[in-house]
């Protein structure tokens, strides 16, 4: 019984042990000292200013653990940044009790800004057995270079490990070098799959109000789902005239990395505003008068000039009969859009002004006076 009470307090010490020790009897030992370098070359420009090189290392632990604010990182070499030529620049740090060293290349020379490649895509997809070249994949790309300017011609591209007869996925590389040998690389995705890839999942012709803003056309295009966040997609508009009614064609094309998919729509201009009227309510003609509307309204339209719309009276009334009449004035412009405009026609009595009047006496009297007068001249000869 004693034996066993002593195994069941053992047991329990070592169960407390294993307790504080965070479940970690056999813990790794953390010391040690190692110094990781952030890049293996740097270059320096000439006559520059030299780097902090501290800024390319860290310092862990054996248990990988960043320890560079807690030690004493030494540089142990220097670089004469006025002569060209290639440094090593050392390192060496110690920590509890064990020290560490490396050494950083760096480069001094006139040039050392690296071409800059542009117009590549980071993925790039062929359908399974395609014949794929170069021409492929460099026929948009461009470098330029700080120094020798447009070096577009000096771009290779590695496709040596694609297997197009396998679906899959490979990578390219593109590289590019200047005069100064300062290289730029840059590695893309190669897809290689069983069937042509399909973008665009809906498309219809556009109607669209004339001397209206461009529409926006990404409203009229749905891409499927899977491609959407990563498409972009451009409209050929140019022949198409937003203040002139007809039918156009608008070209969509949605690229998906080195995939296009193009589809053309017509986008027909149409007018469907009506015209409009303004003018008098109440019109008042006298007996026998013409009537003619457009004394008395004004027609406009968002499309056509005036001389274009028609211009019509619905409804029954007669010049030559007195009364009130109520009509509508009718106004249609080419595309058949009518507006509406109620008034009310009122013939009345028609009556001469006292200056008619007095105009018809005046020349009766002068008429009158005229004739007497070359009647009294003719019989006075006479009598000669």
Same mark, same amino acid.
């Given at each position: 019984?004693?034996?066993?009470?002593?195994?069941?307090?053992?047991?329990?010490?070592?169960?407390?042990?294993?307790?504080?020790?965070?479940?970690? $009897? !056999?813990?790794? #030992?953390?010391?040690? +000292? =190692? /110094?990781?370098?952030?890049?293996?070359?740097?270059?320096?420009?000439?006559? %520059?200013?030299?780097?902090?090189?501290?800024?390319?290392?860290?310092?862990?632990?054996?248990?990988?653990?960043?320890?560079?604010?807690?030690?004493? $990182? !030494?540089?142990? #070499?220097?670089?004469? +940044? =006025? /002569?060209?030529?290639?440094?090593?620049?050392?390192?060496?740090?110690?920590? %509890?009790?064990?020290?560490?060293?490396?050494?950083?290349?760096?480069?001094?020379?006139?040039?050392?800004?690296?071409?800059?490649?542009?117009?590549?895509?980071?993925?790039?997809?062929?359908?399974?057995?395609?014949?794929?070249?170069?021409?492929?994949?460099?026929?948009?790309?461009?470098?330029?270079?700080?120094?020798?300017?447009?070096?577009?011609?000096?771009?290779?591209?590695?496709?040596?490990?694609?297997?197009?007869?396998?679906?899959?996925?490979?990578?390219?590389?593109?590289?590019?070098?200047?005069?100064?040998?300062?290289?730029?690389?840059?590695?893309?995705?190669?897809?290689?799959?069983?069937?042509?890839?399909?973008?665009?999942?809906?498309?219809?012709?556009?109607?669209?109000?004339?001397?209206?803003?461009?529409?926006?056309?990404?409203?009229?295009?749905?891409?499927?789902?899977?491609?959407?966040?990563?498409?972009?997609?451009?409209?050929?508009?140019?022949?198409?005239?937003?203040?002139?009614?007809?039918?156009?064609?608008?070209?969509?094309?949605?690229?998906?990395?080195?995939?296009?998919?193009?589809?053309?729509?017509?986008?027909?201009?149409?007018?469907?505003?009506?015209?409009?009227?303004?003018?008098?309510?109440?019109?008042?003609?006298?007996?026998?008068?013409?009537?003619?509307?457009?004394?008395?309204?004004?027609?406009?339209?968002?499309?056509?000039?005036?001389?274009?719309?028609?211009?019509?009276?619905?409804?029954?009334?007669?010049?030559?009969?007195?009364?009130?009449?109520?009509?509508?004035?009718?106004?249609?412009?080419?595309?058949?859009?009518?507006?509406?405009?109620?008034?009310?026609?009122?013939?009345?009595?028609?009556?001469?002004?006292?200056?008619?009047?007095?105009?018809?006496?005046?020349?009766?009297?002068?008429?009158?006076?005229?004739?007497?007068?070359?009647?009294?001249?003719?019989?006075?000869?006479?009598?000669?």
């Amino acid at each position: 019984m004693k034996k066993i009470f002593q195994a069941l307090v053992m047991l329990c010490v070592l169960v407390l042990v294993y307790m504080i020790h965070g479940f970690n $009897v !056999n813990a790794k #030992d953390c010391g040690g +000292v =190692n /110094i990781i370098l952030l890049q293996d070359e740097i270059k320096v420009e000439l006559n %520059g200013e030299e780097p902090n090189y501290e800024d390319f290392v860290k310092v862990v632990d054996d248990c990988n653990t960043d320890i560079t604010n807690i030690v004493q $990182v !030494n540089v142990t #070499d220097t670089v004469n +940044v =006025n /002569i060209p030529g290639n440094y090593e620049v050392g390192y060496m740090v110690g920590y %509890g009790g064990k020290v560490d060293q490396e050494k950083l290349r760096v480069v001094v020379k006139e040039d050392i800004i690296n071409p800059e490649l542009n117009g590549y895509h980071e993925k790039y997809f062929f359908i399974k057995d395609s014949d794929i070249t170069a021409d492929d994949f460099l026929t948009d790309v461009t470098a330029t270079d700080n120094k020798d300017g447009d070096v577009t011609d000096d771009i290779t591209i590695d496709i040596s490990n694609i297997d197009s007869t396998a679906v899959g996925k490979y990578e390219a590389k593109f590289s590019v070098a200047d005069s100064s040998d300062n290289l730029t690389e840059v590695t893309v995705e190669v897809h290689i799959i069983e069937s042509e890839l399909l973008l665009i999942k809906g498309l219809s012709n556009i109607t669209y109000e004339v001397n209206q803003d461009e529409p926006d056309y990404n409203t009229y295009i749905t891409v499927y789902d899977e491609y959407k966040n990563d498409v972009e997609i451009f409209f050929d508009t140019d022949d198409v005239e937003y203040d002139v009614i007809g039918s156009y064609n608008v070209t969509f094309t949605v690229k998906y990395y080195n995939i296009e998919e193009t589809k053309t729509v017509t986008i027909n201009i149409v007018d469907t505003e009506k015209p409009t009227i303004t003018g008098a309510k109440k019109i008042t003609i006298e007996k026998g008068d013409y009537f003619n509307p457009f004394k008395y309204f004004t027609v406009e339209d968002n499309y056509d000039d005036e001389d274009d719309i028609e211009l019509k009276i619905s409804g029954h009334y007669s010049i030559d009969e007195i009364g009130e009449y109520d009509l509508v004035a009718i106004a249609k412009d080419k595309s058949g859009n009518e507006f509406r405009y109620n008034f009310q026609l009122k013939v009345v009595k028609a009556e001469k002004s006292n200056l008619v009047l007095w105009v018809s006496v005046i020349l009766g009297v002068v008429v009158v006076g005229a004739s007497g007068t070359l009647y009294f001249i003719r019989k006075k000869k006479g009598n000669l």
